[in-house]
């Protein structure tokens, strides 16, 4: 809607307004304005190894061909017919020459190319110019493995779009150069609002209750106490946003991350502590830990899409990934303990949609959205660090990172263009960025 303002967010009080979970002009616009612009999480590497494979993904709710061409590069195509919009691929994944649509037979490349359209002199009489026909194709660009994709021709580069994030994200995902692999990924619609599934990723405030019975559970196999208030509030970890995104991570004590597995933080691993020192240093390879994240706009928690499919509808795509570094019985773990939390059947998300469909859906209600929700925990409570890069929580327990998260959403929802967001200057220095490539 041209000349609208979006302030859906006090930064004073907290209060959120709750409409922008249901209202559908609203969500037109994340569209536009976010999933057009936005670096999007899309797929992984280890999805498509060989010359003529293909993965079929999203970028919100555009379906996009991720190909593997036969010089090995990467493209990211609009799977829909420069003639009257079919599908070009109508399966998950696969490998091929080419792709042919099943109206009229147009014919496009692996990179996108118009390559054949039936009756071209006879019918078209010589005059379609099959080089201006071409897929429309989608920047791409990897971090470790991970294929991001942006429609924007102005997006700063994905390097710079994660910034300092990557300085939190390399203790998971560029522990080891060995690299990973995903699996999956395992989907399910949920009648949410996509962002709801985003802001929790830095909510452990629910934890001790919502999870209650399935976090205490966990602790009893492994002979811990309950996970109470008490605990939690104990914790050692802040919430940090950074450069648009969110991370909460765990300080532990000094050492304690010699040996332990880049997948599994708990389980002994073969001893990789070396080569995490060489590529991460002495304090992030052996005392800190990356906990729940999400990545600007839609990426949550590693490798798992919210794909938005309506303003209360949210397809879940989760992958496990795991490291190359790992045993085969690690990877089974990772792949076991995945499956086991996650997912329409896992014990901690199942609790956790039930929140996420009532917060959505209190959007709904006119007598509510005069009242508004309330995000101000810890306001006021933030500070800078020397250390950790993003602007962070004094305790563990905040929704600092959810109204940076919703100031981040005004942001992208009120510019005219990439001109008009702001990112974070870059503390961390990189030489050579391990696994960035465009
Ligand atoms: Fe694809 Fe006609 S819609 S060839
Ligand atoms: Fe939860």
């Not at 429309?136 to 580069?157: C, H, I």
């Not at 949210?314 to 690690?330: G, M, V």
């Not at 020397?386 to 905040?398: H, I, Q, T, Y």
């Not at 005004?410 to 967001?421: G, K, Q, V, Y």
Request: glycine letters at 8%; aromatic letters at 12%; charged letters at 25%.
């Amino acid at each position: 809607m041209a000349g609208t303002k979006y302030e859906i967010l006090d930064p004073e009080t907290g209060w959120l307004d709750p409409s922008i979970y249901t209202d559908q002009e609203i969500y037109r616009r994340e569209m536009t304005h976010i999933f057009g612009r936005a670096w999007l999480l899309i797929g992984h590497d280890s999805l498509i190894p060989n010359p003529g494979d293909f993965f079929h993904t999203y970028m919100g709710e555009d379906p996009v061909i991720l190909s593997r061409g036969s010089d090995g590069s990467v493209n990211v195509l609009l799977n829909m017919c420069r003639h009257r919009g079919a599908r070009l691929v109508r399966a998950d994944d696969g490998n091929c020459n080419s792709f042919v649509c099943s109206y009229h037979a147009w014919t496009y490349g692996l990179d996108g190319e118009l390559e054949y359209v039936p009756g071209e002199q006879e019918v078209y009489y010589g005059e379609l110019d099959r080089s201006k026909l071409g897929l429309k194709r989608a920047r791409v660009a990897t971090y470790a493995g991970l294929v991001f994709a942006t429609w924007a021709e102005d997006a700063p580069s994905l390097e710079d779009y994660l910034g300092d994030a990557r300085w939190y994200l390399d203790m998971e995902f560029n522990r080891s150069g060995k690299g990973t692999y995903a699996v999956g990924p395992h989907k399910w619609i949920q009648p949410i609002n996509w962002k709801t599934a985003v802001d929790n990723c830095s909510d452990w405030y629910h934890v001790p209750v919502s999870h209650a019975s399935a976090a205490n559970a966990m602790f009893r196999v492994l002979g811990e106490p309950r996970f109470t208030h008490d605990r939690l509030f104990q914790m050692k970890g802040r919430a940090a946003f950074v450069n648009g995104h969110q991370v909460q991570y765990f300080k532990m004590p000094e050492d304690s991350l010699a040996g332990q597995s880049k997948s599994i933080p708990t389980a002994t691993a073969e001893d990789d502590t070396a080569e995490a020192v060489e590529r991460l240093g002495e304090f992030r390879a052996k005392s800190v830990v990356l906990g729940t994240h999400s990545l600007f706009p839609n990426t949550v928690l590693g490798f798992r899409l919210a794909i938005p499919r309506g303003p209360l509808k949210t397809e879940f795509w989760h992958f496990a990934l795991a490291s190359n570094a790992d045993t085969p019985e690690q990877q089974r773990e990772v792949l076991r303990v995945h499956t086991a939390r996650n997912g329409v059947t896992g014990h901690f998300e199942a609790d956790d949609v039930d929140n996420w469909r009532q917060v959505s859906e209190s959007g709904l209600s006119g007598t509510y959205r005069e009242l508004g929700q309330r995000v101000n925990l810890g306001i006021g409570h933030t500070h800078t660090d020397d250390v950790f890069p993003g602007a962070l929580s004094d305790r563990f327990v905040s929704e600092n990172n959810h109204r940076h998260f919703y100031r981040r959403w005004e942001e992208f929802m009120n510019a005219d263009s990439w001109a008009d967001i702001p990112l974070d200057p870059q503390k961390a220095t990189y030489e050579g960025t391990a696994g960035m490539n465009e």
